[in-house]
Nanobody
Framework: QVQLVESGGGLVQAGGSLRLSCAAS????????MGWFRQAPGKDRDVVAA????????YYSESVKGRFTISRDIAKNTVFLQMNSLKPEDTAVYYC????????????????????WGRGTQVTVSS
C-alpha cells in the first residue's frame, strides 16, 4: 500500500510560480513510476508530467512543456512539480500518482494504469 500526500497548491496570479510536493509512504518512490495529473471541472483527468521508475525518463504534456518540471528526492521519498509561467488554463486539482512498472525506464501517462492516487491539491491561477 502506498500513501501519497500532495501539498503546495494555492492561488497565484498568471505568470507566477508554484511548487507542488508529493510525499510518499508505504513504498519508496524509486520502486514506482510517478506522475502528476490534473482535472479541471467538467474535464477528464489528464497527465501533466511523469517520471520513470529509474528516473531516467520524463514526460510532459504539450500544454506544460517548457514551463513545468517534474523531479524527485529519493532520500525524502518525495516527488515535486515546479510550475512556472502559470496560466489561467492551468487551474485544476492536481493529483500525485504512482504506478507499478516492470520496466524501469518507462513513464506511465494513462490514468487507468495508475495504482495509487493522492487526494489532490487545488491550483488556481487568476488572470
Amino acid at each position: 500500500q502506498v500513501q501519497l500526500v500532495e501539498s503546495g497548491g494555492g492561488l497565484v496570479q498568471a505568470g507566477g510560480s508554484l511548487r507542488l510536493s508529493c510525499a510518499a509512504s508505504g513504498r519508496t518512490i524509486s520502486t514506482s513510476a510517478m506522475g502528476w495529473f490534473r482535472q479541471a471541472p467538467g474535464k477528464d483527468r489528464d497527465v501533466v508530467a511523469a517520471i520513470s521508475r529509474n528516473g531516467d525518463n520524463t514526460y510532459y504534456s504539450e500544454s506544460v512543456k517548457g514551463r513545468f518540471t517534474i523531479s524527485r528526492d529519493i532520500a525524502k521519498n518525495t516527488v515535486f512539480l515546479q510550475m512556472n509561467s502559470l496560466k489561467p488554463e492551468d487551474t485544476a486539482v492536481y493529483y500525485c500518482a504512482a504506478a507499478a512498472s516492470p520496466f524501469g525506464s518507462v513513464v506511465v501517462t494513462a490514468p487507468q494504469r495508475i495504482n495509487y492516487w493522492g487526494r489532490g491539491t487545488q491550483v488556481t491561477v487568476s488572470s
